[in-house]
């Protein structure tokens, strides 16, 4: 685990990969918690027996699911000590490339891609490649913003 102390430490670390985090096995329970939290009830993400005859051969997670991991996931990686306070700001680009069946184990890679300066502290962005073990390509690429006020 990286743990960063000052915005120096920050800005030293664009372009560097900060490591990957502990897998995470995606059940239909958090899948279930998560159509109830959202009212997204799709029957491709709760319909067991009906998802069995769909074009993923079972149920698979909402995209929001595996984008709403990223906080965990990260926090397995790396940690935010600096001074002040630390803002989600937003999300500039997610993409989800491969459908997350229940029962895969997921991972996020996590790499700095810039800290800028901004009238009222920093701005971080960072790159967060979710990986499905045992497939080629990920199920969700997003670039995640942070503010850091002093």
Known sequence: MRTFTSFDELTAAVGESLGTSDWLEIDQARVDAFADATGDHQWIHVDVERAKDGPFGGTIAHGYLTLS???????????????????????????????????SRVRTHVSVVSVDDIPTGKQMQLKHVIEIEGEEKPACVAETVVLLLP
């Open 69 to 103: 991991l990223v906080p965990f996931l990260g926090s397995q990686v790396f940690a935010l000590e600096t001074p002040g306070a630390k803002l989600n700001y937003g999300v500039n680009k997610v993409r989800f490339p491969n459908p997350v069946r229940v029962g």
